[in-house]
C-alpha cells in the first residue's frame, strides 16, 4: 500500500511570516495557524499565500481522515518500511482508514495491454545519434566574441563543403569542445545528451551531412555533421507490463482517494478552508 506523506507538526524550519486570513475548523476541531505555517514549508508555491491555502487544504484533509477513524474505532498499527522508519500513530490511522474504505479495480492484463496499444511510443526505446562537432566557444551575452565565432564557423562549413574529408583535421585544430581531440565525434548520443538547438538538428539531418548553418547554443556555435542515426526500437509488452501496471493502479488509487475525500468533506462542516483543486499528495 502506498505511504501517503503527511505534515509534521514537529519540523524545526523556520515559517512563512503568513497566517491563515481566517480560522480554520472542522466539524468544529480547529486547525492552529501556527500548523498550518509549518505545513506551509512542504507546498513550494510562487506566493505565501498560494503555499498557505495547500498547507490549509492538506490539514484538513488529514483532520478528515483522522475524525474517520475515531468513527471506525480504530486503533493505530504502525508499519515500518524498507528503510526502518516507523510510521507515527496518526499515519498508521489515516493508512488504515484508506485501506479499510477505499478501494480501486486492478490494472489487469487486458487494460495493460489496451494502455500499452495505445502509448506505443512511450515504450521505445531512444533514438540514437551518432554525430560529430566542432565548436567554436563563445557566451552569447558578449555579441562581439558570439558574432565571431558564427562567423568562423560558417567559414569552417564553406571549408568543409570543398573538403568534406577535413572535418577531423579541423576540429581538432579548432574546436573548443573535448571531443576535437576525437576528431570532433561524440560518440553515441540520445535525447537529453546534447543541448535542445543540437538535437533539433540532429533530428533533420540527414546521414553523413554536414548543417549548413552554424547551430547555435549557449555555449557557442557549433559545426554539425550526423553519421548515423539508429531508429529506437519498440519494446515488447511483456518486458513492460509490469510498469504499466504499478502506473495504472497508482493513478487509480489516487483517483479513488481522492473521490472518498470528497464525500468526507462533503458530509462535513468545514470553516476557513476550501477543497476544491486540493494538491495535497492524498488528492493528486
Known amino acids: 500500500m502506498e505511504r501517503i506523506p503527511m505534515a509534521n507538526p514537529e519540523d524545526l524550519r523556520e515559517p512563512p511570516q503568513q497566517a491563515p486570513s481566517a480560522p480554520i475548523t472542522v466539524n468544529g476541531v480547529a486547525i492552529p495557524g501556527e500548523a498550518v505555517a509549518v505545513e506551509a514549508q ?25 475524525q474517520r477513524a475515531g468513527e471506525l474505532n480504530l486503533k493505530p498499527e504502525p508499519e515500518t518500511d524498507d528503510e526502518d522508519r516507523r510510521e507515527t500513530d496518526e499515519d498508521a490511522l489515516i493508512r488504515q482508514v484508506l485501506e479499510q474504505e477505499v478501494d480501486s479495480p486492478e490494472a489487469d492484463v487486458e487494460v495493460c495491454q489496451r494502455y500499452y496499444d495505445n502509448n506505443k511510443k512511450r515504450f521505445a526505446s531512444p533514438v540514437l545519434y551518432e554525430a560529430a562537432h566542432i565548436l567554436f566557444a563563445a557566451a552569447p551575452a558578449d555579441k562581439d566574441a558570439y558574432g565571431s ?28 569542445c573535448p571531443s ?25 539531418l540527414e546521414e553523413g551531412q554536414i548543417c549548413p548553418v552554424p547551430v547555435k547554443s549557449r555555449y557557442g556555435a557549433h559545426v554539425l555533421r550526423l553519421d548515423r542515426r539508429i531508429e529506437g526500437r519498440q519494446l515488447p509488452f511483456e518486458m513492460v507490463q509490469e510498469k504499466i501496471g504499478t502506473y495504472l493502479q497508482e493513478a487509480s488509487w489516487r483517483r479513488a482517494v481522492a473521490q472518498y475525500v470528497r464525500i468526507l468533506a462533503g458530509q462535513a462542516e468545514i470553516c476557513g478552508a476550501e477543497l476544491d483543486g486540493a494538491t495535497s499528495p492524498l488528492v493528486r
Do not use: C, M, W, Y
Open 149 to 176: 565565432a558564427v562567423q568562423k564557423a560558417e567559414q569552417a562549413i564553406i571549408l568543409l563543403g570543398e573538403r568534406p574529408r577535413a572535418f577531423g583535421e579541423l576540429a581538432r585544430e579548432n574546436s573548443d
Open 180 to 204: 576535437g581531440k576525437n576528431d570532433g565525434n561524440l560518440g553515441q548520443v540520445s535525447r537529453g545528451d546534447t543541448v535542445p538547438e543540437v538535437e533539433t538538428f540532429l533530428d533533420n
Open 42 to 66: 512542504n507546498h513550494p508555491a510562487p506566493a505565501p499565500g498560494l503555499a498557505f491555502d495547500e498547507a490549509a487544504r492538506a490539514l484538513v484533509i488529514r483532520e478528515l481522515l483522522l
